[in-house]
């Protein structure tokens, strides 16, 4: 059975960094994190693929990381430069099916954490 339970979520100012956790059982092909605002609708940030293979939002390139230590059974989230507009409920996701041109649609993911609040005051 699947479980994800996310950890690390919390308040940074502007320009800060936090790392997000999920401690994961069961085996899935696709893991990543999704994000959601208030009043908008849920948005792919990002995605590991079994074999290694990560892809980011555009919003989010070249400020956050997704990793994972399989040892562990735990996927992360550093999130550096952090903006208001990052502000929102994080989730990590995760499915058995491979990551595919889709990755960003929340209906490929069949298992979803409880999630975890980033807030960035402006």
């Known amino acids: 059975q699947v479980q994800l339970v996310e950890s690390g979520g919390g308040s940074v100012q502007a320009g800060g960094s936090l790392s997000l956790s999920c401690a994961y059982s069961?085996?899935?092909?696709?893991k990543g994190w999704f994000r959601q605002a208030p009043g908008k609708e849920r948005e792919g940030v990002a995605v590991l693929g079994s074999g290694g293979r990560t892809t980011y939002a555009e919003s989010v390139k070249g400020r956050f990381t997704i990793s994972r230590n399989a040892a562990r059974n735990t996927l992360y989230l550093q999130m550096n430069t952090l903006k208001p507009e990052d502000t929102a409920m994080y989730y990590c996701v995760a499915d058995e099916d491979f990551c595919g041109s889709r990755w960003w649609s929340d209906r490929e993911y069949t298992y979803w954490g409880q999630g975890t609040q980033v807030t960035v005051p402006s």
């Open positions: 069961g085996y899935t092909n696709c």
